[in-house]
């Protein structure tokens, strides 16, 4: 059986500093709050709770005085705030990439752009970014184009992880719709490196496995580009999934893993293939 691993695989630059930049915080502190998960992943979040970190879904659950970590995601500016009230210290990891996104939102609003902001309605990213104005409004897929109003001038982001493929599309509908129109592409350059590698290794392997945690809405997307390319396609959280058990009718096995993935999981898979 012939096995190739994406080189595009695993944890992304945010990510992993986000996860590293937590382990040494509770080294320091024992115990921090996290507001939401800080990567879609249950392997890594139960690893981390063990180790001391207790994830929160609202700031209203954080006590005052405590140790708060802000995850790559980010947050709405609003949240900044509201830890400042309740004396809270913020340890800030947001990716500088989504730092940006808020930056360039927060310009377009005040230079009086209609700002569309095309990714997932309830993904964290998404959420965070949409509080830096007043007037975003979340563009999920090209069949939502026709109810938008007509605007005079539109500024026109994108969710990091969101796919490169969809969103060639939605800009092409867009210039379309509206003469005075700016765009900027802040689909993450290493999801785009990986999900082009995705595509081109489910083009060539007999099957596919796409790694990640359920609710990783990137280890998501690799998975749809995947399963386009190729039917005999699974996503799995690790090597306890029956269905690896598929391959062995296979020749060729080609693995791509999601942005909030460890290495250790690809390699406990790959492992379990190599010795089936
Ligand atoms: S996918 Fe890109 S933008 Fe998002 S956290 Fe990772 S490095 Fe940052």
Same mark, same amino acid.
């Given at each position: 059986?012939?096995?190739?691993?994406?080189?595009?695989?695993?944890?992304?630059?945010?990510?992993?500093?986000?996860?590293?930049?937590?382990?040494?915080?509770?080294?320091?502190?024992?115990?921090?709050?996290?507001?939401?998960?800080?990567? @879609?992943?249950?392997?890594?979040?139960?690893?981390?709770?063990?180790?001391?970190? =207790?994830?929160?879904?609202?700031?209203? *659950?954080?006590?005052?005085?405590?140790?708060?970590?802000?995850?790559? @995601?980010?947050?709405?500016?609003?949240?900044?705030?509201?830890?400042?009230?309740?004396?809270?210290?913020?340890?800030?990891?947001?990716?500088?990439?989504?730092?940006?996104? @808020?930056?360039?939102?927060?310009?377009?609003?005040?230079?009086?752009?209609?700002?569309?902001?095309?990714?997932?309605?309830?993904?964290?990213?998404?959420?965070?970014?949409?509080?830096?104005?007043?007037?975003?409004?979340?563009?999920?897929?090209?069949?939502?184009?026709?109810?938008?109003?007509?605007?005079?001038? #539109?500024?026109?982001?994108?969710?990091?992880?969101?796919?490169?493929?969809?969103?060639?599309?939605?800009?092409?509908?867009?210039?379309?719709?509206? *003469?005075?129109?700016?765009? #900027?592409?802040?689909?993450?350059?290493?999801?785009?490196? =990986?999900?082009?590698?995705?595509?081109?290794?489910? =083009?060539?392997?007999?099957?596919?496995?796409?790694?990640?945690?359920?609710?990783?809405?990137?280890?998501?997307?690799?998975?749809?580009?995947?399963?386009?390319?190729?039917?005999?396609?699974?996503?799995?959280?690790?090597?306890?999934?029956?269905?690896?058990? *598929?391959?062995?009718?296979?020749?060729?096995?080609?693995?791509?893993?999601?942005?909030?993935?460890?290495?250790?999981?690809?390699?406990?898979?790959?492992?379990?293939?190599?010795?089936?």
């Amino acid at each position: 059986m012939k096995i190739v691993i994406g080189k595009n695989s695993g944890f992304c630059f945010g990510v992993r500093r986000a996860i590293t930049g937590v382990e040494e915080q509770i080294k320091k502190y024992k115990q921090v709050e996290c507001l939401g998960h800080l990567v @879609h992943n249950e392997v890594v979040t139960s690893e981390l709770e063990e180790k001391g970190v =207790r994830f929160v879904n609202s700031i209203s *659950e954080v006590k005052n005085n405590s140790v708060l970590v802000i995850r790559a @995601h980010g947050v709405a500016e609003n949240i900044y705030k509201e830890a400042n009230q309740k004396n809270i210290k913020l340890i800030d990891y947001t990716c500088p990439k989504v730092c940006q996104i @808020h930056k360039k939102i927060k310009e377009a609003a005040n230079n009086g752009y209609q700002i569309i902001l095309i990714g997932k309605k309830d993904h964290p990213e998404v959420i965070g970014s949409k509080g830096y104005a007043d007037n975003v409004i979340v563009l999920e897929s090209i069949d939502d184009i026709d109810r938008l109003d007509n605007y005079n001038k #539109v500024f026109v982001i994108v969710q990091t992880t969101f796919s490169y493929d969809k969103y060639k599309l939605i800009e092409e509908a867009l210039r379309k719709k509206y *003469e005075k129109i700016q765009f #900027v592409n802040s689909i993450c350059e290493s999801t785009r490196l =990986r999900q082009e590698e995705c595509k081109e290794i489910a =083009r060539k392997v007999d099957f596919m496995i796409i790694i990640g945690g359920t609710k990783s809405s990137n280890t998501q997307k690799l998975y749809d580009i995947a399963y386009s390319t190729n039917k005999n396609c699974i996503m799995i959280q690790d090597e306890n999934d029956d269905r690896i058990k *598929e391959c062995k009718k296979y020749d060729t096995i080609g693995i791509m893993s999601g942005a909030s993935t460890p290495d250790y999981i690809v390699e406990n898979i790959v492992n379990k293939l190599n010795n089936m």
